[in-house]
């Protein structure tokens, strides 16, 4: 049976961000522990295991702690491998990152962004008023976003001078659009992100490029769904104690 396309794109992108020539997903109940210290699946010196579809894939910063995972790890579903509570009791963990979802958007399936009576303007990622919005956010939610980091011009819906919310995207390897999107505090539970983040995946896929949508927060997730996106992965990251 042939591959779902958005599954077969996002293994490539996370098989190259492993950095490590040769990586690949494995089969359900064996995922691939790779040992990378350069890999872009979690922070340096943690292990990264990124599930997608069926099949796992794991990097390890070291031999010791390749092994142990292996180990530890085979035999779980994909769901497990992914759960912090799980890997927790199987191996010694000073820490977690995630889960995070990981969604993707088929170039034809971007859903309408609904009716708020707010418009979409853009603005430079360099903005002064973009500056505001992520100091208004606060440290947590402004990187949980990603919008510091974004290569493409910036959606936002505005009162004024205000930003309310903004959406762009940051171009990673394999003509991938990662979405970064956030809302000011007072103005959240009112559609404004989905329609920034409408006009940012708009753009992305009139780019060629394939919109991910990385989140962990439940309202994040709730608009990429709407918007269209299918979570097909999680990533979930881990400091070996």
Known sequence: MPMDPLVS???ALWQELAAEPGAAFGTPGHPEVLVAPDSALAPPSWVGVVAVGDAALIAAPTDRAADSVRSALTGLTTAALTDPATVARLLPVADTLGPA???????????????????????????????????????????ESGLADVTS??????????????AGYEHWPRDTAH????TGPDARGRGLARQA????????????LLPQW???PPA????????G?????????????
């Open 9 to 11: 794109r996002a293994r």
């Open 101 to 143: 979802a990981l969604g993707y958007l088929a170039p034809d399936a971007l859903r309408p962004a609904g009716r708020t009576g707010a418009s979409v303007t853009c603005l430079a990622p360099e903005h002064a008023a973009l500056r505001a919005l992520l100091a208004e956010a606060g440290p947590s939610d402004a990187g």
């Open 153 to 166: 011009p910036v959606f936002v819906v505005r009162r004024g001078t205000e930003v309310l919310a903004a």
């Open 179 to 182: 979405l970064c999107v956030l």
């Open 197 to 208: 983040a409408h006009a940012a995946t708009a753009h992305a896929l009139a780019a060629g």
């Open 214 to 216: 990385r989140a962990r």
């Open 220 to 227: 994040s997730r709730r608009v990429a769904r709407a918007l």
């Open 229 to 241: 996106y299918r979570e097909v992965g999680r990533q979930l990251s881990v400091r070996p104690a």
